[in-house]
């Protein structure tokens, strides 16, 4: 089992910046694949960034540009830097770990790899 604990969330003015962290219970999980979420209200949850085993990223176009999705394995820590945030950002951000094809070895960073492992969310609040 694999727990996931998201921080790092908070309220900011348009055009600021925030890390959010995603500290990860299982040293082997250092190879999963791991990304990161997002569901605003009344909308559909939106993979936002996704990184493999390695350091190889994807990011969804809305986000491209202006965050950064980074792990410490040495930490068992996933990060999210966002920079440039809109009000658009405004939503529950959450990681996630997962595999791809039953490999838990992450071969690519994939917004549609299995993620069978969630955190509870940490509220992210860009004002205008």
């Known amino acids: 089992q694999v727990q996931l604990v998201e921080s790092g969330g908070g309220t900011v003015q348009s055009g600021g910046s925030l890390r959010l962290s995603c500290t990860v219970s299982?040293?082997?999980?250092?190879?999963?694949?791991m990304g990161w979420f997002r569901q605003a209200p009344g909308k559909e949850r939106e993979g936002v960034a996704a990184i493999d085993g390695g350091s190889h990223t994807t990011y969804a176009d809305s986000v491209k540009g202006r965050f950064i999705i980074s792990r410490d394995k040495g930490e068992n820590t996933l990060y999210l830097q966002m920079n440039s945030l809109e009000p658009d950002d405004t939503a529950m951000y959450y990681c996630a770990a997962g595999s791809i094809g039953g490999s838990w070895i992450c071969p690519r960073a994939d917004l549609t790899a299995d993620f069978a492992y969630w955190g509870q969310g940490t509220q992210v609040t860009v004002s205008s």
């Open positions: 299982k040293s082997t999980a250092r190879r999963y694949c």
